[in-house]
Each structure stands twice: as structure tokens, then as C-alpha cells.
């Protein structure tokens, strides 16, 4: 009797202890993230702040779903203070100290080259949602190193392919008769994409006739003015952060620069709320190159539950942004590559490679396989096989969009299939740069 | 060769841009002005002191965007603002460091710069801010224009040299102030609040400071992070005129700003820079107190 109620005591007990415990277990199942974006410094009002306001947001939707396959994201936010030095002391932090699983994020290339060198080289696994220079991933060979997000390389063809195609019908004029102009910041980022410029430029026998890189620090851009005018271009192409953009479009209208179209390329031109604050009216008619802003995509394009999402990811931005005149595109550029990891590459990693080790979700990005539709951007995520590109770890069939700015509003202008205006060009007489 | 001097050199492009290092010039000029003074009569220099004309901006952006106050008596306040800033840093910072080591010296006010930089960030977030009023151009010729925000910031900046120059050499409180600057123990020994004159200093400093914020809000976004595009040059302008001497800070920073904008104009705009600290480099090694600085 003493006998049996002894091991009735201890069943009970070991059950007491195993209920106790596998809830524990639960809890420490868990992937640490180390999420790096700019929350100070020149590049968070670039857009940074934006991008980190998007991946934060996806983050905190999968958690309150109760994580991913079982796992709860913990994520840990850091600040590279828009210094690709400080950015590399972090994340090394982040790996070494906060011993996170991964990292996720990065706004700058600047930032991003160096990061991705030394990510990979302490061979943990990087998934960046937004820096986009080519210099990040060409030639490279990094393993561990993945990159949803359209290139800068992509940003830079596009713009041309899209005057290539327009000259004649907008212009009334031949298209290797287009004068165009590159203008850029003079990182990674502005010269990855000024490169792509040239090259398709070239390619189509299109004429450049200023080609100028400058500090995006710069407090004077004058001399670049001038130069612009001298050489009479007909489309200028622009890529920058900010204020430097604003800078040129000031030091531009004061010294009476003129010009039929300027096409940007993303980073300050996607901040939409901010251009036209500083700059009003004159904003209208220009264009920007970008993956396309997820609120004005076709719900029905995309695959059933995304279009659920895309509302819920503008409704957290109202939340922690409530003076939003016009969404920005960053919020969801941000939000739908880190969806990608999280909806797909690691419940992949989990379920068939067996865990969220740096290899496992090596192989489970290097199967993905989303096609056009399945994301909030509507482009599709493939990854070329090791080797088989320049570019490991590169989305090989993303794709951007020109977009112009009509009135706040933002409108697709290119390409045709996902057109919601017809390209206003040139430039209207309301303009001040109307030439 | 001939082709190329007359397509470059005679060229309304070539006027155009001398004439816009003249008003960059202008800019940087009025940005040394306070930063001279105050090193001049202080003997400290203030790193932070760009970051004192990013809470002018704040001030003036605050003033007339949100408050709706009209743009003459925002600016005024600006300028008191800051002014105040200047003394209130005098007080708790500066005057605890003075005499000390030079290094000392730096650390306190680099200390201050990040302090203004964070404490901005937090309080008004990381967003460009613009006051949305443009001043126009004047136009010269069919290609030649002249922006109207950077002529009146050369103007102001050359009346404040003017006024400063006349403020201390026929004012009693200018000659004090130069009497302090020329030997500090001495006027301490003769009876003379040495701490007083030093607060009147900053708050002069800091009001030239606003003055330039004033000035800097037409042309440029503020946000807590703008020191960073004329903290340096202005810093290097000074020294290039000779620490503490307003008329050399004044005249180092046209030739600054022309050496940037003809190498900008001949080159890579990168170039132009290059060519200006190449210059200031050189002028370190040949006269390492600045071009036009005063016999001690």
C-alpha cells in the first residue's frame, strides 16, 4: 500500500514536473533576431526609420500569431546611427554578445558591404530587406547572404528602358537623340545604381552627357547646377538620400536649371510626405524608381491572405505614424521581404532542415521558390544556385516599377501591364523646371 | 587647348559659378563669425557650435511653421533663443573648463555636440523638417541667376562683420571685451568681472549663431543631424583665418568656398573639396596659425 501510494506520489509528481516543464521547453524555443536599421542620424529620416517601422511590423504580427512553427521571434533592435562603422560594431555585437540566430534589416549600403563581408565570414545567416547597391553581393561568393529585395543594378536599367521606350511617343524624339544626365550620391548605393544607368544606356545607344557622383553630406550642390546647365539634358536620373535631394531641387529651381523629366531612384524619393513638405507643388510630375508601394497594388494579383496583410501593415503605420499624409513605399518594401523569411524560408528551415542554425536556413532560402504574386510587392523570390550567377544570394526575378508623384498621389507609370497613369511627360508648364 | 579654355573659362557657367562661391562664401562667413569671436575672447573652441545654429532652425521651424508666427519675428526670437543657449552653455559647460588642458576643453564641448544631436533626435524625431518659403532668384542674364536666401545670408554676413568690428572698436563694452581677449589675469587683477564679459561673449556667439540659423532655414532641411554638413568646414574656415581673427575667418571663407566651387566646376564636385582642404593644408604648413592670424 505504502509501496503503491509512493509511486502514485511520484507519477504525480514527474507529471507535475513534465507539465511544468514543457511549457518551459516551448518557451525556450525561440529565434533570436538581431534587427539593424538607422533610428538616428541622416538615413533614419531618409527612410530608414520607415523600413524599420515595416519589418518591426511584420515581427510583431507573426509573435501575436504565437510565433513560427512554434518558435517566438525575439527580436533585438539596434541603431547604426547611419555609420557604416557603428553598423558593424553592431551587428559583430549582436553575433558575439546577444548571440542571435540572425540578422535581419540594413537601409544603407554603405552599411551593407561591409556588414555582409563580415556576417558572412563569422558564418551567420543575414537576410537584408533593403540596401540595394549590386556591390553588396556581386562577385562575392557570400554563403550566408540573402537579398529579397530588386538591386540596384535593376533600378538603374529600368529608367532608361522606360525613356528608351517613351522618347518617341513623349518627347518626339529619337531615343539615342534624348540628352540624359546621371546624378548621384557617391556610395555603394548611388553609384551601384548610376552604373546601371550607364550601362543600359549605353546598351540602347542612348546619349549621356553629364555623368557626376557628390557627397550625400554635401552643403553645396551648385556647382553641380551649373554644371547640369551647361550640359542642357533633357532627363536627368537621380539617386540620392536625403537632404540632399531636396538640396538639388532648391539649388535647382533658384538657379533656374531646366529639364522635361527627372526619374529618382528610391531611398529619398520614396519618402513622399517628406518631398512635398519641403519642396510643395514642385514635387508633381517627377518620377521614382522602386519596388512598388504594396497599397496600390491590385489585391486580386496577389495571392489569397497577402492583400489581409498589406491593410494590416497600413494600419500599424497610421498607428505609429499618425500625420501620414501619403504611405510610403519603405513601410511596405520592408514589410513584405521580411514576410518572405518569416512566412516562408523559416518554417522551411524549420520543418525540413530541423532547426534555425545559419545552414539550415542557408538551404531553406536557397529552395525558394515564390512566384509572381506571392508577396506583398507582387514580385516573386528565387534564389540563383551557388555559383551559377555573379550574384548569390540575389532574388534573381525581382523587379521595380517607375512611379510618378501626381498631386501627393503616388501613380505606376511603368511598366505598362501595372500602369495606373500614362506617363505624364514632359514636364507640364506648371512646373518650375519645365523646360 | 584654346577650345577647351574658351568653352570652360569664357563662359557664362565659369561667372555663374564664380558668383556662386561668392555666396556659399557668404554662408560659411556667417557661420565663422560666432565661432571666432568666441574663441577669440574665450580662448575655447566650440565643437558644437553647428549644433547651436540646428536649435536656431528648430526655433525658427517651430516659430513660423507651427505657431504660425510671421517669418521677421521668428527670426528675432531665434536669434535670442540661442543667444540664451550661448550664455546658459557659458555657464554650466564652459565656464568650468576654462584654463584647463585644450583637450579637456574639446572633450566638454564634443561631449555637448552629441548631448545637442541625441536630445534633438528625442525631441523632435529624425524627420526633415522645411520652413517652405522660398526667397526666388534674381536672374542676371538668360543663364546667370542669383539665389536671393544665400545673397541676403552674404549681406548679413558681411554687416555683422561690419557690426562687430564697430561693436569692438568703439563700444565700451567691445573695448572691455578686447581688453579681456588681449590679457585675461591682468583685467582680472584691475577689478573686472572677467565671468561676465565671458557670458556677454556667448551670448553674442550664440545670437550670431541664431542669426545664421536664420539664414540656414531658407536654404536647408533641419534636422538633428545638419551640423554635420558645416561643422567641419566652418571649424577648418576659422582656423584657416587665423583662430579668433573675424576679418581672416571672414576673408578664409570666400576663398574656402571659391577653391570648392571652381575645383567643383573643373572636376568631380568631390574635387572641389579636395582642392579646398589640399589649400588649408598647405596654409597649416606654411603659416600654422592661419593666414591672417594676430601676432600674439
Known amino acids: 500500500m505504502a509501496v503503491s501510494r509512493l509511486l502514485k506520489g511520484l507519477a504525480i509528481g514527474a507529471a507535475a514536473i513534465g507539465l511544468m516543464a514543457s511549457p518551459a521547453s516551448a518557451q525556450d524555443k525561440t529565434i533570436k533576431i538581431g534587427v539593424i536599421y538607422d533610428y538616428s542620424g541622416p538615413l533614419a529620416g531618409g527612410g530608414s526609420e520607415l523600413q524599420a517601422l515595416g519589418a518591426k511590423t511584420i515581427i510583431d504580427y507573426y509573435n501575436e500569431q504565437g510565433g513560427v512553427e512554434g518558435y517566438k521571434i525575439e527580436a533585438i533592435y539596434a541603431d547604426a546611427q547611419s555609420k557604416p562603422d557603428i553598423a558593424i560594431n553592431e551587428a559583430v555585437r549582436l553575433i558575439e554578445q546577444e548571440k542571435v540566430d540572425m540578422l535581419l534589416g540594413f537601409y544603407s549600403s554603405a552599411q551593407c558591404v561591409p556588414v555582409s563581408a563580415k556576417v558572412d565570414s563569422l558564418k551567420k545567416f543575414m537576410w537584408i530587406t533593403t540596401c540595394i547597391s549590386p556591390a553588396v553581393l556581386k562577385d562575392r561568393g557570400l554563403k550566408y547572404v540573402f537579398r529579397p529585395q530588386v538591386h540596384g543594378g535593376m533600378f538603374g536599367e529600368l529608367s532608361v528602358e522606360f525613356l528608351h521606350a517613351n522618347a518617341k511617343e513623349k518627347f518626339g524624339v529619337d531615343p539615342a537623340d534624348l540628352r540624359i544626365a546621371i546624378i548621384h550620391e557617391d556610395g555603394p548605393y548611388g553609384s551601384g545604381v548610376a552604373s546601371g544607368n550607364e550601362g543600359k544606356a549605353e546598351a540602347l545607344g542612348m546619349k549621356v552627357v553629364l ?66 513638405d519641403a519642396l510643395g507643388d514642385d514635387v508633381d510630375y517627377i518620377f521614382n524608381v522602386d519596388p512598388v508601394s504594396i497599397w496600390l497594388l491590385d489585391p486580386k494579383t496577389l495571392k489569397p491572405g497577402l492583400a489581409a496583410m498589406t491593410d494590416m501593415v497600413g494600419q500599424k503605420y497610421l498607428v505609429a505614424k499618425p500625420d501620414t499624409k501619403t504611405k510610403s513605399a519603405h513601410v511596405g518594401m520592408a514589410a513584405s521581404n521580411a514576410n518572405v523569411f518569416f512566412a516562408d524560408v523559416l518554417p522551411r528551415a524549420i520543418k525540413k532542415y530541423g532547426g534555425i542554425d545559419s545552414e539550415a536556413l542557408r538551404k531553406a532560402a536557397l529552395e525558394t521558390d515564390i ?65 | ?57 528648430y526655433t525658427i521651424y517651430f516659430m513660423h511653421v507651427r505657431y504660425g508666427i510671421p ?80 545673397f541676403v545670408a ?59 540659423a536664420c539664414l540656414l532655414a531658407l536654404q536647408f532641411d533641419v534636422h538633428p543631424f545638419v551640423g554635420i554638413s558645416f561643422g567641419p568646414i566652418v571649424f577648418m574656415v576659422c582656423v584657416m583665418g587665423g583662430l579668433g581673427n573675424l576679418v581672416g575667418g571672414f576673408i578664409a571663407a570666400f576663398v574656402f568656398a571659391e577653391l570648392i566651387a571652381i575645383g567643383g566646376y573643373f572636376a568631380d564636385l568631390e574635387w572641389g573639396t579636395v582642392l579646398a582642404f589640399c589649400v588649408f593644408v598647405i596654409t597649416m604648413f606654411i603659416r600654422p596659425e592661419g593666414l591672417f592670424a594676430r601676432k600674439s
Open chain 1, 211 to 276: 555623368n557626376e557622383g557628390y557627397a550625400a553630406t554635401a552643403s553645396d550642390l551648385s556647382a553641380l547646377v551649373t554644371k547640369l546647365k551647361r550640359a542642357r539634358p533633357d532627363v536627368i536620373l537621380h539617386t540620392g538620400y536625403n537632404p540632399d535631394i531636396t538640396l538639388f531641387f532648391r539649388q535647382a529651381k533658384e538657379r533656374g536649371l531646366k529639364f522635361k523629366a527627372l526619374i529618382g531612384h528610391g531611398a529619398g524619393y520614396g519618402v513622399v510626405d517628406q518631398l512635398y
Open chain 1, 371 to 435: 512566384p509572381v504574386g506571392g508577396t506583398l510587392l507582387g514580385y516573386g523570390v528565387k534564389f540563383p544556385a551557388p555559383g551559377t550567377t555573379n550574384m548569390d544570394g540575389q532574388n534573381a526575378i525581382a523587379s521595380p516599377v517607375v512611379m510618378q508623384y501626381v498631386q501627393r498621389e503616388v501613380k505606376i507609370a511603368w511598366p505598362k501591364a501595372l500602369q495606373t497613369i500614362d506617363p505624364v511627360m514632359p514636364l507640364p508648364k506648371s512646373s518650375p523646371y519645365t523646360k
Open chain 2, 1 to 57: 587647348m584654346m577650345e577647351i579654355i574658351n568653352e570652360y573659362v569664357f563662359s557664362v557657367f565659369f561667372v555663374e559659378t564664380l558668383l556662386n562661391g561668392l555666396l556659399y562664401g557668404g554662408v560659411l562667413a556667417l557661420l565663422s563669425l560666432g565661432l571666432n569671436l568666441i574663441f577669440g575672447v574665450i580662448d575655447v573652441v566650440w565643437i558644437c557650435y553647428a549644433e547651436l545654429v540646428m536649435l536656431g532652425m
Open chain 2, 71 to 150: 517669418l521677421i519675428p521668428s527670426s528675432v526670437i531665434c536669434v535670442l533663443m540661442v543667444a540664451l543657449l550661448g550664455y546658459v552653455l557659458h555657464r554650466i559647460i564652459i565656464a568650468h573648463v576654462l584654463g584647463k588642458a585644450p583637450i579637456n576643453q574639446l572633450l566638454a564641448t564634443g561631449g555637448v555636440l552629441f548631448f545637442l544631436q541625441s536630445i534633438a533626435t528625442l525631441m523632435f524625431g529624425v524627420e526633415f523638417l522645411s520652413l517652405g518659403v522660398s526667397l526666388g532668384s534674381f536672374q542676371l542674364t538668360e543663364d546667370i541667376y542669383l539665389s536671393k536666401s544665400q
Open chain 2, 154 to 212: 552674404f549681406i548679413v554676413a558681411a554687416a555683422a562683420v561690419a557690426g562687430m568690428y564697430f561693436f569692438l572698436s568703439r563700444s565700451y563694452m567691445g573695448a572691455a571685451i578686447r581688453a579681456i581677449s588681449q590679457d585675461r589675469e591682468i583685467m582680472i587683477l584691475m577689478g573686472v568681472d572677467a565671468n561676465r564679459l565671458y557670458g556677454i561673449t556667448s551670448a553674442i556667439g550664440g545670437g550670431l549663431a541664431g542669426l545664421a
